[in-house]
Structures are given as structure tokens and as C-alpha cells.
């Protein structure tokens, strides 16, 4: 099967429909935690397929930087969290070493419509990261979240830096 990219609000109707026909139909929690496509202004994002209820930790994703090369500053950006409503203590690293802070608990409501937490709608984070000042080439983007239960790496990518 190919796969198709839908985006706008031909996409958002087709993800309603299927979270409402997955709800409705009484869909087991592991078809509901297969996957989830969000399109975030008309360009598609992933929802990360673990549930949190079965895993029994955070969940979360690194959505921007979308492609794979950065420079100079660029927005980060992506979601974390705990389905029992804990509060998570978010950090960026780069390389293992923690970047400047980044704003939690931005609206996500597309994540929200996949995923229940306590913690819902506000399960977004934010950095603005210079890329400027970090040596070109290769490098391993990760996010981790520390809760009751420990630290957890939720979400890494490789970006190269040019």
C-alpha cells in the first residue's frame, strides 16, 4: 500500500472521523494506540503510537525542527506526557548536554484528542535553539521528561547542522 499525505481540513475531517468511528465502535486500546495523524496548519505531524495507559510511563515527540537540517536559530517544538496527570520535568538535550530551558505546558489539543491526561490540553513545549553556535555537522536532538517513576528519554532525532 502507498502511503498519502492529506493535509488541511480534508485531513482534520478524515482524523475526526476516524478517532469518532474508533470511540464509537468500541476499538480495542491497542488499535486506538496504533497511530494517529495530526495536521498542524496543513502539515502533518506524528503522534507518537504508544499509549501511556498500557506503557505506564511519559510519551512524547519531537515535532519541529521537521527536516533533519538546522541553522542558526530555530524553533523546537513537540509534546510529553504522563496519562496519570503527574507533572513532568521537561529538558532538551543535544548531544546528552541539557539546552536552555523550554516553555511547558503550551495548548496541544490535537495531542489531546489522541492521547487523555489530567495534564491536558497543556502538554506542548517550546525552545528557540541558536544553532549558530553549535559545531556543523551531525548531532543527536533528544527530549527527556523526569517524573515519580525516573527519567525517561522520550524522543530523539539526528539533525545536521550546517
Request: net charge positive.
Amino acid at each position: 500500500m502507498q502511503d498519502r499525505i492529506v493535509k488541511g481540513e480534508k485531513a482534520m475531517r478524515i482524523l475526526k472521523a476516524l478517532a469518532l468511528r474508533m470511540m464509537v465502535g468500541g476499538a480495542s486500546k491497542a488499535g486506538m494506540a496504533l497511530f494517529a495523524l495530526v495536521v498542524v496548519n496543513a502539515v502533518a505531524s506524528r503522534v507518537d503510537a504508544a499509549d501511556p495507559k498500557e506503557v505506564g510511563a511519559p510519551v512524547g515527540f519531537i515535532d519541529e525542527p521537521r527536516g533533519d537540517v538546522v541553522r542558526g536559530q530555530t524553533r523546537v517544538m513537540g509534546w510529553a506526557l504522563d496519562a496519570k496527570g503527574k507533572a513532568l520535568k521537561m529538558r532538551l538535550l543535544l548531544d546528552g548536554k541539557p539546552l536552555q530551558g523550554l516553555e511547558y505546558n503550551q495548548k496541544r489539543e490535537d495531542v489531546c484528542a489522541v492521547h487523555a491526561s489530567a495534564l491536558c490540553p497543556k502538554v506542548g513545549f517550546e525552545a528557540s535553539v541558536d544553532f549558530a553556535k553549535v559545531a556543523k555537522g551531525s548531532h543527536k536532538l533528544s527530549l527527556e521528561a523526569t517524573g515519580k517513576g525516573g527519567t525517561v528519554n522520550l524522543a530523539e532525532r539526528t539533525i545536521r547542522v550546517e
